[in-house]
C-alpha cells in the first residue's frame, strides 16, 4: 500500500484545514485507515482511524472528522476549530487492526503533511 498525504499549510487559531490521503491498492476497503501527528520535539500520536466506526484521540473530538471514500481510496481529515497545539507533522496510514492503529503501530505510513497554527 501506497500512501500520499496532501493539504497540510498554515492556518489561523479557529480556522479550518482538510487533509487527505490518497491510496494505492485493491484492497482499500479492508484497511483501518488512520491520521497520526507528531509535533516537534514529542512522539507520534494518534489522531483518528476509520474503518466502519470512526474513533477519536480525546485531544481532536469535536473537532476533527475522518472519512474515507473507498470507491476512490482516499482518506480525509476535516480539522475544525485549530489550535496552535495542533501543529504537527500529520502522516496518514493504513493498519490491519484497530489495535495496531491505537499503537502507533499501522502496517504502512505515508510521507506526512505539515500544519502550522498561528496564534
Known amino acids: 500500500v501506497q500512501l500520499q498525504a496532501s493539504g497540510g499549510g498554515l492556518v489561523q487559531a479557529g480556522g479550518p484545514l482538510r487533509l487527505s490521503c490518497a491510496a494505492s491498492?485493491?484492497?482499500?476497503?479492508?484497511?483501518?485507515m488512520a491520521w497520526f501527528r507528531q509535533a516537534p520535539g514529542k512522539e507520534r500520536e494518534f489522531v483518528a482511524y476509520?474503518?466502519?466506526?470512526?474513533y477519536y484521540a480525546d485531544s481532536v473530538k469535536g473537532r476533527f472528522t475522518i472519512s474515507r471514500d473507498n470507491p476512490k481510496n482516499t482518506v480525509s481529515l476535516q480539522m475544525n476549530n485549530l489550535k496552535p497545539e495542533d501543529t504537527a507533522v500529520y502522516y496518514c496510514?493504513?493498519?490491519?487492526?484497530?489495535?495496531?492503529?491505537?499503537?502507533?503501530?499501522?502496517?504502512?505510513w505515508g510521507q506526512g503533511t505539515l500544519v502550522t497554527v498561528s496564534s
Open positions: 496510514a493504513a493498519a490491519t487492526s484497530t489495535t495496531r492503529a491505537m499503537n502507533v503501530m499501522p502496517d504502512y
Open positions: 491498492g485493491r484492497t482499500f476497503s479492508n484497511w483501518v
Open positions: 476509520i474503518n466502519w466506526l470512526t
